[in-house]
């Protein structure tokens, strides 16, 4: 994955965890709606101007918006979820720690 996608990723991902929709982003930068999408899908790569922009609406710095090299694939998330779950899934006390972890994340 290159470097437009990966900072895609992390736009959307970072724009969903603060409930904004592709709309009040993109109006909060002044890009259309179609230049954001093209960003988040590493179509389009942001300029500097947007960049800072970028940066003051998300609330966030470059700093933690360029750190992607930690993120992966959801879908291989989940699976390695999936499996940790099935190795637990006969020790009652490591559900119940997992499930109280879990549940703390989906508080807002």
Do not use: W
């Not at 918006?65 to 999936?82: G, M, Q």
């Amino acid at each position: 994955m290159g470097i437009k996608e990966e900072l895609g990723k992390k736009i959307k991902r970072m724009r969903l965890n603060r409930g904004l929709t592709q709309e009040q982003l993109a109006e909060a930068i002044d890009v259309s709606q179609r230049t954001l999408s093209g960003i988040e899908i590493g179509e389009n790569f942001v300029t500097a101007d947007t960049l800072d922009k970028l940066l003051d609406a998300l609330n966030t710095t470059s700093e933690e918006l360029f750190a992607t090299n930690h993120l992966r694939d959801e879908n291989k998330l989940l699976k390695e979820i999936n499996n940790c779950v099935k190795l637990i899934q006969n020790n009652p006390i490591k559900l119940e720690i997992l499930y109280n972890v879990a549940k703390s994340l989906t508080k807002e």
